[in-house]
């Protein structure tokens, strides 16, 4: 006979156990959201920003390993088109390695302020060159050396290695252009599903969902929450 499973009881009735809040401050119309969930998206990012969100363009985003593993990180979101949404990494990382074997994605994008959220589901594809490129040469200069400098989700042995690794490329490109690093560059997820989520009260929260149709069009839904 197998070992019964643990069971922590006092996480049943614990110190966490009572924090909520009770959503009270915006309710959606579904005559007011847009055909199209990157416009719908948009319009919910403007609001974000305007709200002053510490972090309007953060998503977590869930990426699949070869045993059948989720793993999450925040990344900032960098573009928003009729094709997807994009962010910028490094391929040789652990989420750059998951995709290039199984490129189904997820990301959530949560706005507490508004007691929003918004979830995309879909599949990863790299960016053009050119794309990457642009963007590369758009960030600040210490950060486009720290793309070099990183090998990222490599173990390392301390913080120290770190340091001389910038102070490395520092140097070899001193006084010159840091160009973008081959190992780095951008992912565009393009979705098939777009859940929009409204807090309510008394978790009567409203979930539209965007399901993209063989022909192209996305057919709008509500759901229980």
């Known amino acids: 006979m197998g070992a019964r499973p643990f069971l922590n009881t006092s996480v049943l009735r614990s110190k966490y156990s009572d924090i909520r809040n009770n959503y009270e401050r915006n309710r959606l119309n579904r ?60 391929y040789n990382s652990s989420k750059g390695s998951q995709l290039a074997n199984n490129p189904k994605v997820s990301a959530n994008f949560f706005w507490p302020v508004l007691e929003r959220q918004v979830r995309w589901e879909g599949r990863a594809v790299k960016l053009p060159s050119v794309a990457s490129d642009n963007y590369f040469a758009s960030r600040p200069r210490e950060s486009r050396i720290g793309a070099w400098a990183s090998p990222q989700s490599e173990k390392i042995s301390d913080d120290g290695f770190l340091e001389q690794r910038f102070q490395e490329f520092e140097q070899k490109f001193l006084g010159g252009e840091v160009p973008r690093p081959p190992h780095w560059g951008g992912y565009l997820i393009i979705p098939h599903y777009v859940e929009f989520w409204q807090g309510r009260p008394n978790r009567m929260h409203q979930r539209f969902i965007y399901n993209l149709q063989s022909d192209g069009s996305w057919e709008l839904t509500q759901m229980a929450p």
């Open 31 to 90: 005559d007011d959201l847009d055909a199209a969930p990157f416009r719908q998206f948009q319009n919910w990012l403007e609001d974000a920003i305007a709200e002053e969100h510490a972090e309007p363009t953060s998503m977590s985003l869930a990426t699949v390993d070869s045993t059948g593993q989720p793993t999450q990180r925040i990344v900032l979101l960098k573009d928003v088109s009729e094709e997807g949404i994009s962010f910028f990494t490094n």
